[in-house]
T-cell receptor
Framework: DTAVSQTPKYLVTQMGNDKSIKCEQN?????MYWYKQDSKKFLKIMFS???????INETVPNRFSPKSPDKAHLNLHINSLELGDSAVYFC?????????FGSGTRLTVV | AQSVAQPEDQVNVAEGNPLTVKCTYSVSGNPYLFWYVQYPNRGLQFLLK??????LVKGSYGFEAEFNKSQTSFHLKKPSALVSDSALYFC??????????????FGQGTTLQVKP
C-alpha cells in the first residue's frame, strides 16, 4: 500500500556509467517531481511532470533525463555519471496540497 | 522569488521540555507553508500545512505550527519533546507563481536533538 515508491533504494556505480531510478505513485496525483538532496541535506527541485508533460526543469545538466510513461510513473535516467551526482534523490507527487515523498534513492558514484 | 529560511542549524532540548523550530518565509501573495520531518536514512514525512484559516495549525505526532503574517514566520512547536522526535526538520513554501507548478521550496533544515 506504499503511496510513492522508488527503486532502487541504494545505487553504487562507477563514474561514466548510465543508471536509472524508477518512481511510481498510486495516489492518483497528476503531478510528480524529482528532488535532489545533497551532502549538506539541502533539498532542491530538479524536475516536475504534470500528466506526463514536463513543467519544471531547474537548470539540471542534460545528462539527467526524466521520463514519464504515464501519470503514475516518473523515472530518472542519468548518463555519464559524475562524482558530483552522488546524492539522495527523492521522488514526490502532489495534487493540490502537500507533496508525498518516496523514501529516497541514495546514489553513490565512485 | 519565494524563499524560506531556517535560522538554526541545530536545536537541542531536554525530553519533556517544549520545543520550537524556527522558520521565516518570503513570498509574494498568500503563502502555502509546510513542515516535513526526515528521520535518519528515511524519506520526508509530512507533518502539517498552512493554507488558510486558523493561524495555529495542528499536525502529526503532537506537533503544531503558528502562522504569523506580520513576522512572516511559521515556527514549529511541540509542548513536550520526546527523544524519538530527534530528526531533521524542513520548512517549505509552495511555489504559487505564474506557473503554479506546486513545487516546494525548502529551507536548509534544522536538526532537532532531544536528550533524555
Amino acid at each position: 500500500d506504499t503511496a510513492v515508491s522508488q527503486t532502487p533504494k541504494y545505487l553504487v556505480t562507477q563514474m561514466g556509467n548510465d543508471k536509472s531510478i524508477k518512481c511510481e505513485q498510486n495516489l492518483g496525483h497528476d503531478t510528480m517531481y524529482w528532488y535532489k538532496q545533497d551532502s549538506k541535506k539541502f533539498l532542491k527541485i530538479m524536475f516536475s511532470y504534470n500528466n506526463k508533460e514536463l513543467i519544471i526543469n531547474e537548470t539540471v545538466p542534460n545528462r539527467f533525463s526524466p521520463k514519464s510513461p504515464d501519470k503514475a510513473h516518473l523515472n530518472l535516467h542519468i548518463n555519464s555519471l559524475e562524482l558530483g551526482d552522488s546524492a539522495v534523490y527523492f521522488c514526490a507527487s502532489s495534487q493540490e496540497g502537500a507533496g508525498t515523498f518516496g523514501s529516497g534513492t541514495r546514489l553513490t558514484v565512485v | 522569488a519565494q524563499s524560506v529560511a531556517q535560522p538554526e542549524d541545530q536545536v537541542n532540548v531536554a525530553e519533556g521540555n517544549p520545543l520550537t523550530v524556527k522558520c521565516t518565509y518570503s513570498v509574494s501573495g498568500n503563502p502555502y507553508l509546510f513542515w516535513y520531518v526526515q528521520y535518519p536514512n528515511r524519506g520526508l514525512q509530512f507533518l502539517l500545512k498552512y493554507i488558510t484559516g486558523d493561524n495555529l495549525v495542528k499536525g502529526s505526532y503532537g506537533f503544531e505550527a503558528e502562522f504569523n503574517k506580520s513576522q512572516t514566520s511559521f515556527h514549529l512547536k511541540k509542548p513536550s519533546a520526546l527523544v524519538s522526535d530527534s530528526a531533521l526538520y524542513f520548512c517549505a513554501v509552495r511555489d504559487i507563481g505564474s506557473s503554479n507548478t506546486g513545487k516546494l521550496i525548502f529551507g536548509q533544515g534544522t536538526t532537532l536533538q532531544v536528550k533524555p
